[in-house]
């Protein structure tokens, strides 16, 4: 099965929402069944269609319009389309629960994301990889904007503000790289040649034009951002938008530069400062943050940056830790957003504070953010702890203190939230499962929790183990370790 394929289908699923407006159930149902058929198509091409390409026309010699489904991309695709099953469940009981405005936009968009997801996933050259990144700007716009409060626009603002020069940057790092090569096709081990200098230059505009990675100082609009609806939040920081960033990161630094070039020009020391900034001083401001939502985007910048740190090692342990670290925190961030999402609707609670004696009530609420909480801590049984141990036997002593540092902040600032929920007096008594469309919000929440802790004792479900080993012999090739 062609990966073209993968993108036919949540296009043609976001026509039939918009065709359906009028009729919300079936409007719902046809979403929830686009998200389960696009997470088939991609889990099929995976285990029998591994590097098909589908070519639809040139761009420019040397360059078509095309896609590959590489295993790097596969990683990505997977998690993005088996989350948005979940999320869209969750996503029509949030609605509808809160009577959000404008639903039809809100699920026609929310597909057009994941279409565009998709084709950053399944890009196999940067001009491709741009057009659908830009796309992905354009579609998630209207989504963070979506209550059309004040707050929502100047988020929304600040939302273009930032990702529109960001993409300026992308695409003159990619016309520069086609000028110096004649190409942009992506290529394990990288591709680009050149005077040493521009190659450095390039390479920063590849950096800025990564904006959605939120590294600092790159970041503010993500904890803006969170005035959005909790499936927005998801979206934005554990299916497509952020996941977006990392992964072009990793194309850059792997199938653009690759390990050699990096090192001989020091680029991977650069990339590695940058995160580790971000590592820690995005958990130092998480602490001191009392929106609930906006305490787990810090954490989101914290774990973003954590990818682009294993990768920036420019190991084959490193690199392990940054692609399965890609689902891993999808799941486990995800079940943060449900959860907070989940505690906003049922108890209208948004404040750090007001949580206390909540988990005496919202059972399994809580236990998933447990479960999330523990896994952004890089703890076991979740999975969280594979990708930091990987880092771990790279045997780089500052990553590790980073790391160890990094872990030690993300107890100081999510423990206390399952402490004061469980132990503590106050909060009100609500019924969790008392109304049907709390189902809607709960079991989501609770599948991505459980999922967390699979991937922990089964991290080749999927193929995701597989595929990240399958990129890093492409990778390195006969220099593994």
Known sequence: MEPAFALLVPFIGSLLILITGRYPDLRDTISVITAVISFLVILNISGSSLNSESVLFNIAPGIDFAFKADPLGLVFALTSSSLWILVSIYSIGYMRTLKEHAQTRFFFCFAMSLFSAFGIAFAKNLITFYIFYELLTIFTYPLVAHEESEEARSAGRRYLAYLIPSGASLLAATLITYWLTGTTDFTPGGFILGDPEIVKLVFILFLLGSAKSAFMPLHSWLPTAMVAPAPVSALLHAVAVVKAGV?????????????????????????????AFTVVMANILAIGE???????????????????????LL??????????????????KITLFLCAGA?????????VHQLDGLGKSLKFTFGAFTVGAIGMSGL???????SKWF????????AIAVILIASILDVVYLFPIVRNGFFRDG??????????????MIVPLSITALFSIILFMM????????LASIAMQEVWGNELP
């Open 247 to 275: 992964f072009g990161v990793i194309r850059i630094v792997y199938y653009v530069y690759g390990v050699d070039l990096m090192k001989e020009l020091d680029l991977g020391v650069l990339l590695g400062i940058v995160a």
């Open 290 to 312: 009392t929106n609930l939502k906006r305490r787990i985007a810090y954490s989101t910048m914290n774990q973003l940056s954590f990818i682009i740190l294993a990768a920036s």
């Open 315 to 332: 190991h084959p342990y490193g690199f392990l830790a940054s692609v399965m670290h890609i689902p891993f925190h999808g799941y486990m």
């Open 343 to 351: 505690i906003a609707a049922i108890a209208g609670k948004h404040e």
């Open 380 to 386: 076991p049984p979740v999975a969280g702890f594979i």
């Open 391 to 398: 880092v771990v036997l790279t045997g780089n002593i500052w």
């Open 427 to 440: 909060g009100g008594s609500y019924n969790e499962l008392g109304g049907f469309l709390n189902r809607y």
């Open 459 to 466: 991290p080749g479900l999927m193929h995701i183990s597989d």
